[in-house]
């Protein structure tokens, strides 16, 4: 979900891996960290279900680098993923709550 998110919030842009991860770290006030061990396969995952798209191109530092997007059926798990989110964190603070 936070994957699908960030690139959802990139808009146009394109993003690739350490971008994604890097983003995520920022935008938690530095809570989240996304390993490399999960985010590339996640994306991969998330490729071949096609949520995400990917090119090859160059980052600024002339690297070669994978830039993802979201894709149409990106957009509907993401939609998907926060609906079941919602519900669970509504049910988890109706435990916590005291009684």
Same mark, same amino acid.
Request: no cysteine; proline share 4%.
């Given at each position: 979900?936070?994957?699908?998110?960030?690139?959802?919030?990139?808009?146009?842009?394109?993003?690739?891996?350490?971008?994604?991860?890097?983003?995520?770290?920022?935008? %938690?006030?530095? !809570?989240?960290?996304?390993?490399?061990? %999960?985010?590339?396969?996640?994306?991969?995952?998330?490729?071949?279900?096609?949520?995400?798209?990917?090119?090859?191109?160059?980052?600024?530092?002339?690297?070669?680098?994978?830039?993802?997007?979201?894709?149409?059926?990106?957009?509907?798990?993401?939609?998907?993923?926060?609906?079941?989110?919602?519900? !669970?964190?509504?049910? !988890?603070?109706?435990?916590?709550?005291?009684?």
């Amino acid at each position: 979900m936070l994957i699908l998110k960030t690139l959802a919030r990139a808009g146009a842009n394109q993003l690739h891996g350490f971008e994604i991860a890097q983003a995520i770290h920022q935008r %938690s006030r530095s !809570v989240l960290h996304v390993e490399e061990g %999960s985010l590339y396969p996640a994306l991969q995952r998330m490729l071949i279900k096609g949520w995400i798209a990917g090119e090859w191109g160059h980052t600024p530092e002339r690297r070669r680098a994978r830039y993802y997007r979201l894709t149409p059926a990106g957009k509907k798990q993401l939609d998907r993923e926060i609906a079941s989110y919602t519900r !669970v964190a509504a049910a !988890v603070t109706l435990i916590i709550q005291p009684t």
